[in-house]
């Protein structure tokens, strides 16, 4: 094609390009804008319908706050509703009690009424008797003669029967009586004679089994055959009966009596539930690690928290008034409670104690506020009983009915438990930090080896409370002066440590024969040591005999090699560039892969083995013995091994003599402990004599053992067994044994003096004196700061010992694991828990309710 007509083509296509390309912008503009139009559309659409949503969001908002309104509305009426019901369970409690009072006193009533009409009766009957009397005597005297020969043979039968009789006939009953009882039973015969011939032979026996029930049913009539429904409730609740039991029971005694004694079961239980109060309980359940064997188990228990610890306070306190057993002096005396934790077994336990009424460390008076599985430390506590912590620090007074008067009182409340309950909840480190105790901040070690001695310690030094830095936030708000020196653990502590353990030292001295420390620390610290020696011993020997039979294989080697005649000028890939090369010969024995090492002297590379070292742990080895000795001939490097294995056989002779007298008296110490020697068994008799027997290696002591042991009779018993002069120390523990004797006769439920008081403090200062001259090298617990510093200020403030201590919370340990193992077949722990509430309230029930026949368990 011509350039020019291809330039008018070019140019003609580039126009039609152009309006191609702009028809095409346009169309795509034109479709923008539909578009555009459509999303203003629906973007006003969207605009109307927010609008909307607007409104609806607004209308439901009225909805959701009228519906609040409602909620809180019916929350008021629910708690006016609960509040309510606990009035009404609360007035239903008291107007049982009061019924059965008022049943109580119509029967008495009735009962005099009857002695009323039976004195009127005789004497009827005496006036009656006066006129007939005359005449008896005329026909008396008549039969006077016959009467006088049956009076001498009933004489004479009496006389027979005194002589057969086991007492001497000190138990017969008189002449009299016999008289009295065949008459009644004259009567009552005659009386059955009459009914019958009434009645008739056929319905007899009916027509007395249903005169019998009318005149047990009868209030006017003291006689029962049943019991009723409180009282089926105390006995099934006082002797334990589980469901089971009782239906069993009531089906026997339906079989073999006509008629059952007991109330309807669900009547029983009724009552239990009644007063079981489950509901003020708050129990859930967590899950925890436990260690079964070698294996971490996750297990499930149960956490029971008090809900409302005060109200809890007060419906015991109103119990305990209605009963009389609140001592109160006026209206302004305060209510004293003791807030008590401890851990026995795996569980750890809150309770409430009362100080207002005579017998507040009956473990059945104990008030359950918090349980769970796990230690009494502070972390625990915290996570699982924190809140009834809180509950018991908001209360300042306490509102319940007295005597028909409603009367507030102000609370003062004590901690209570052991050593480390104490720490936990005061915020404390414990006993192992620089300031052991949890009353004040002085500092002493009680751990070796810088453990402040008894003779070095001043317990006169005063010390200053706690500042809130130096503690972490308390879990219960108490002063100082309100923490309660653990009385019985203190007891236990000082008697086991300066009086049991001291007594059994001093056995075992004399029954061992050899010189012995006289302290049974030391004792078992020196068996210890004896066990430790004999383990070391015996692998040296293990060793050096190991050594002795690798020599021996060497010396064959060695043979071998020296009758041979080789050299290690061989070419071999197995040989070391020592003089004389072993390893050629040691292809068969134990020898065959000994390792190499490089001589600082000659840089020659040799197997440990052709040095004669056995094993190169045993001595590190530098330079070769071809430079650390000038040997001649093949003979010295021989003769050099035979020096080596005398050695090594005269240093395993002299390990093993070791050895055996370790051996033997390792064994004759362990046997101390292990069997029960001469004196030692003289002790433990005495000991069981006076009902005081416990095994002495294990250190079990009770409050009751301690007590007994520590009475002046009981002291000289025990200490008679010993010799006057086997030790300087044994007056001196007569006299430590007398001082704290008088303590836990102080330690009562009486209020002290302040002479009694000042009486404590001197014997303190004189059991002081005599411990530290007894014990000097003993270490200073806390638990003897506790008793010579701490002791009497408490007293000073709360005027008792006794009154208030943790020994009932140890008693309910005993109550709790024994509930535990009857409920052991319930797998949920939950309901096992609120059968464990259910029993304790019952208990706190009967306590409460003062029930004579009711005794500690």
Not at 101 to 106: E, F, I, K, R, T
Not at 208 to 229: E, G, Q, R, V, W
Not at 752 to 765: F, R
Not at 799 to 821: C, K, W, Y
């Amino acid at each position: 094609m011509p350039p020019k007509l291809s330039k008018v083509a070019s140019k003609h296509n580039g126009v039609k390009g152009v309006e191609a390309l702009e028809n095409r912008h346009e169309k795509i503009k034109r479709e923008l804008r539909d578009n555009l139009s459509d999303a203003i559309g629906r973007l006003t659409e969207s605009e109307s319908a927010i609008v909307e949503l607007k409104k609806i969001i607004t209308q439901k908002d009225e909805e959701i706050a009228e519906l609040k309104l409602t909620l809180m509305n019916k929350r008021d009426i629910e708690n006016q509703l609960k509040n309510a019901q606990k009035a009404l369970e609360s007035s239903q409690r008291s107007s049982e009690f009061v019924s059965n009072q008022v049943v109580n006193l119509h029967r008495q009533n009735n009962n005099l009424k009857d002695k009323i009409n039976l004195l009127n009766n005789n004497i009827l009957l005496a006036e009656r008797n006066k006129e007939e009397s005359i005449r008896d005597a005329v026909l008396a005297r008549n039969s006077e003669n016959m009467h006088r020969k049956k009076a001498l043979d009933m004489n004479n039968q009496l006389n027979c029967l005194k002589l057969q009789s086991p007492s001497g006939g000190t138990k017969l009953k008189k002449y009299g009586d016999i008289r009295k009882t065949d008459a009644k039973i004259s009567r009552v015969k005659r009386c059955l004679e009459f009914l019958k011939k009434d009645v008739g032979e056929d319905d007899f026996d009916a027509f007395i089994t249903d005169f019998c029930h009318y005149i047990a049913k009868d209030p006017s009539f003291s006689y029962k055959n049943c019991l009723s429904d409180m009282d089926s409730f105390l006995a099934v609740v006082k002797f334990k009966f589980s469901d089971t039991v009782l239906k069993d029971l009531k089906a026997f005694l339906t079989e073999k009596l006509g008629y059952d004694i007991f109330s309807s079961r669900n009547k029983i239980n009724n009552l239990r539930t009644l007063h079981s109060t489950v509901d003020d309980y708050e129990i859930t359940t967590k899950e925890t690690m436990k260690k079964v064997g070698s294996r971490d188990v996750n297990v499930k228990s149960a956490v029971i928290k008090a809900k409302d610890v005060s109200a809890l306070i007060s419906r015991r306190l109103e119990r305990l008034s209605e009963s009389n057993q609140l001592r109160f002096k006026s209206k302004d005396d305060p209510v004293v409670i003791a807030f008590g934790g401890d851990k026995g077994g795996s569980q750890t336990k809150l309770f409430i104690m009362f100080g207002n009424i005579d017998q507040p460390n009956n473990p059945h008076s104990l008030l359950l506020v918090g349980m769970y599985e796990g230690s009494d430390d502070y972390k625990s506590l915290q996570e699982n009983v924190g809140s009834v912590f809180d509950l018991v620090n908001e209360i300042s007074t306490l509102t319940c009915e007295e005597k028909g008067h409603e009367i507030t009182r102000p609370v003062d409340v004590v901690a209570l438990g052991d050593c480390k309950y104490l720490s936990s909840i005061l915020g404390h480190a414990g006993q192992s930090c620089s300031t052991p105790c949890f009353s004040c901040n002085l500092a002493w070690s009680c751990r070796a080896p810088h453990a402040t001695l008894l003779a070095d310690f001043d317990f006169s030094i005063p010390a200053n409370e706690y500042e809130p830095a130096d503690l972490k936030p308390p879990l219960l708000n108490v002063p100082a002066s309100s923490v309660g020196p653990p009385m019985l653990h203190v007891m236990l502590g000082v008697v086991q440590n300066y009086v049991l353990n001291p007594l059994v030292a001093l056995c075992n001295v004399l029954d061992y024969g050899y010189d012995l420390p006289d302290d049974l620390k030391d004792q078992k610290k020196m068996l210890r040591s004896l066990e430790q020696e004999e383990a070391d011993y015996k692998a040296r020997v293990g060793v050096l005999e190991s050594s002795v039979r690798s020599i021996d294989s060497l010396v064959e080697v060695v043979k071998k090699t020296k009758n041979s005649g080789r050299r290690n000028i061989d070419i071999s890939s197995s040989c070391c560039e020592s003089e004389h090369c072993l390893m050629p010969h040691c292809q068969n024995t134990e020898f065959r892969r000994s390792d190499s090492f490089v001589c600082d002297s000659c840089d020659k590379s040799i197997h440990y083995v052709c040095c004669f070292v056995i094993d190169s742990t045993v001595d590190t080895v530098s330079t070769c013995l071809d430079c650390r000795f000038s040997f001649e001939t093949f003979d010295d490097r021989f003769e050099a091994l035979t020096e080596i294995r005398d050695k090594i056989c005269e240093q395993l002779e002299s390990d093993e003599d070791v050895l055996k007298d370790v051996k033997i008296e390792k064994e004759n110490l362990q046997s101390l402990f292990s069997d029960t020697k001469e004196t030692r068994k003289r002790l433990e008799s005495a000991l069981d004599s006076i009902g005081c027997g416990h095994r002495t290696w294990y250190q079990q002591n009770t409050g009751n053992q301690a007590r007994k042991l520590l009475r002046p009779s009981n002291i000289e018993i025990v200490l008679a067994i010993f010799p006057a002069d086997c030790s300087p120390k044994l007056p001196l523990i007569e006299k430590i044994m007398h001082d704290l004797s008088w303590i836990m006769s102080f330690c009562n439920n009486s209020e002290k003096s302040d002479a009694e008081i000042d009486e404590l403090q001197d014997v303190l200062w004189n059991l002081e004196a005599n411990m530290k001259t007894a014990f000097p090298s003993a270490t200073v617990s806390p638990k003897l700061h506790l008793l010579f510093v701490h002791l009497v200020p408490y007293v000073r403030v709360h005027r008792s010992l006794g009154h208030l201590t943790e020994q009932g919370m140890e008693h309910m340990h005993a109550i709790v694991n024994t509930l535990n193992v009857r409920f052991s077949t319930v797998t949920n722990p939950e309901s096992k828990a609120i059968l464990i509430v259910k029993h304790l309230a019952n208990l706190n029930f009967l306590f409460d309710t003062n029930q004579s026949w009711f005794q500690s368990e």
